[in-house]
């Protein structure tokens, strides 16, 4: 594999794992081995600078000339299948040592692997917010209604993706949603109490991957990306509290609750 | 003590849930249910941590560390990323009920009752955060220990 093959190679595979929600080690880690694999050890001929929005690596050319890339992440989604499915390829490409177009032919196969289809996802989601407002002490209403709202949280997050919002922003509206829509349902006498189904509903908001990812970037030693992505489920979170407190405090005025 | 609203059902709901979490991180199912059984563990020692008396922070601290130490372990011999399994195991420990409760305490004005409700959740969240710190560094040196004896 010449220099540039493998440039090309393992910046698509770093890029791939950052965009589905690996933590830096292992993007770091993956291309690493890839690399020593075709006899670029790091710290000689090869060079991996990885954070959550940007990857750049330096390989030194047969020639001594170095040749670098870099990469911006432009969505940032949670899809461990794609994870797992890369971190197999690269260690079988550190075992077996294949050509570029082997290696190409495998990453464009993961590229292509389905997805559970959306209307499973939205289900998902509705069994979320009905398990946990069961969880959370609501009765058999209180679960209904979390399981519905939730579902629509589904929806209401596939729309406002594509006006690529900030992750403030959209958790935001979601919770805002999310209690506007559980404390009217407490008014209308549809429930008993609206306290279950908002936390139930918003744990479907919880940035699950980005907090554990943080904590395990913070034990490997990799800091700014440990910091990125705390500051990134900080404000998830301050979102979530900022919308619900909003909704809630304006509407038990308004209703006279 | 009532087994089945304090033992059976969380564990239940956290199973459910966890399965669903399985399907939002597109993870194929095979590992769902692995990783949905994690999130009983962790149900199922909290509580039982909690009935033998422990504080709360603790209790957070103890199921932490067995669903990573259970993460760690499965990850290693099926060979699938750790986060697979720790990620989806956490999410029904997540206090939401603590800081929810702050946040009505801090819109009602009680000022008391919100520190209160916040010192609890940040030490849920430390606990949680403390738990997963622990085990992932231990395992993180035997990652190493492992690879220079070349097994």
């Known amino acids: 594999m010449t220099s540039k093959e493998l440039l090309s190679v393992t910046s698509q595979i770093g890029m791939m794992l950052l965009e589905n929600g690996a933590e830096i080690y292992r993007v770091e880690d993956s291309v690493v081995r890839i690399a020593e694999a075709y ?18 690596i330096t390989v030194q050319n047969e020639d001594g000339t170095p040749l670098t890339i870099q990469r911006n992440t432009k969505t940032r989604v949670n899809n ?105 349902c407490y008014y209308f006498g549809l429930t008993t109490e609206y306290d279950s189904i908002i936390i139930g509903a918003a744990m479907t908001l919880v940035p699950g991957v980005t907090i554990t990812n943080c904590m395990r970037d913070f034990i490997a030693g990799d800091f700014i990306a440990g910091l990125y992505t705390l500051i990134e489920a900080l404000l998830v979170a301050t979102g979530m509290a900022v919308g619900a407190a909003f909704a809630i405090s304006t509407l038990t005025k308004l209703l006279g609750i | 003590m009532n087994v089945l609203n304090d033992l059976v059902l969380p564990a239940l709901y956290s199973f459910i849930a966890s399965i669903a979490f399985g399907i939002q991180f597109n993870i194929r199912f095979r590992h769902i249910i692995a990783a949905a059984v994690g999130g009983v563990i962790s149900q199922v020692i909290f509580n039982a941590a909690e009935l033998g008396g422990s504080s709360e922070a603790l209790c957070y601290f103890f ?89």
């Open chain 2, 63 to 151: 199921a932490t560390c067995a669903i990573s130490v259970y993460s760690e372990f499965l990850a290693r011999r099926l060979h699938v990323p750790v986060n697979m399994y720790l990620v989806v195991a956490i999410i029904p420990l997540v206090p939401g009920k603590l800081i929810y409760q702050a946040m009505i305490a801090l819109i009602n004005g009680e000022t008391q009752s919100f520190a209160d409700q916040c010192t609890a959740a940040f030490a849920a969240a430390g606990a949680i955060a403390m738990g997963i710190f622990a085990i992932s560094s231990i395992a993180r040196v035997f990652r190493v220990v492992i690879r220079k004896k070349g097994i």
């Open chain 1, 80 to 184: 461990l299948d794609r994870v797992d499915r890369l971190n197999n390829l690269s260690r079988f490409i550190c075992s077996e040592k294949p050509n570029f177009a082997t290696v190409n032919n495998y990453i464009s196969q993961i590229k292509k692997r389905k997805t559970y289809p959306f209307y499973a996802v939205v289900i998902s989601y509705a069994v979320i917010g009905a398990t946990f407002a069961l969880f959370f002490g609501g009765g058999w209403r209180e679960s209904i209604a979390g399981g519905v709202i939730a579902a629509i949280i589904c929806l209401i997050e596939k729309a406002v993706t594509k006006v690529r919002p900030s992750v403030f922003f959209m958790s935001l509206l979601c919770s805002l949603f999310t209690a506007t829509a559980a404390v009217l």
């Open chain 1, 39 to 56: 006899g670029y050890k790091q710290g000689e001929r090869f060079e991996i600078f990885a954070i959550p929005p940007t990857i750049i």
